[in-house]
């Protein structure tokens, strides 16, 4: 029964996280393993639920020399937030990679 529910409860909140109005994520560890990854995220990404389970570095290799990954280390480190406007991102879509301004909310 309780199993049942754990597995219900599971489904609901995967359909809440997929539906957010918001691009979401949720990393795990000092890796930065993506755990949730809602459509709106992986579109900004450019990538597939595939990357679920992936360190993020792995799954978007692009992300190398930008801030990022070291703005997203110091948050786990330190705790500390991280607000950023119209900041500068290349990412790669359909092998094509292009610059897009971002907030982050971290």
Same mark, same amino acid.
């Given at each position: 029964?309780?199993?049942? %529910?754990?597995?219900?409860?599971?489904?609901?909140?995967?359909?809440?996280?997929?539906?957010?109005?918001?691009?979401?994520?949720?990393?795990?560890?000092?890796?930065?393993?993506?755990?949730?990854?809602?459509?709106?995220?992986?579109?900004?990404?450019?990538?597939?639920?595939?990357?679920?389970?992936?360190?993020?570095?792995?799954?978007?290799?692009?992300?190398?020399?930008?801030?990022?990954?070291?703005?997203?280390?110091?948050?786990?480190?330190?705790?500390?937030?991280?607000?950023?406007?119209?900041?500068?991102?290349?990412?790669?879509?359909?092998?094509? %990679?292009?610059?897009?301004?971002?907030?982050?909310?971290?």
């Amino acid at each position: 029964m309780l199993q049942k %529910t754990i597995s219900r409860l599971k489904t609901q909140m995967k359909g809440f996280f997929d539906e957010a109005p918001i691009a979401f994520g949720i990393l795990r560890n000092r890796n930065l393993r993506i755990e949730v990854a809602n459509r709106l995220i992986l579109q900004v990404w450019g990538r597939t639920d595939a990357v679920i389970g992936q360190d993020l570095g792995v799954a978007i290799p692009e992300l190398e020399g930008q801030p990022y990954l070291k703005i997203l280390d110091n948050i786990f480190l330190t705790g500390e937030r991280f607000i950023g406007t119209e900041l500068k991102v290349s990412l790669e879509r359909d092998g094509i %990679t292009e610059c897009y301004t971002l907030q982050f909310y971290l």
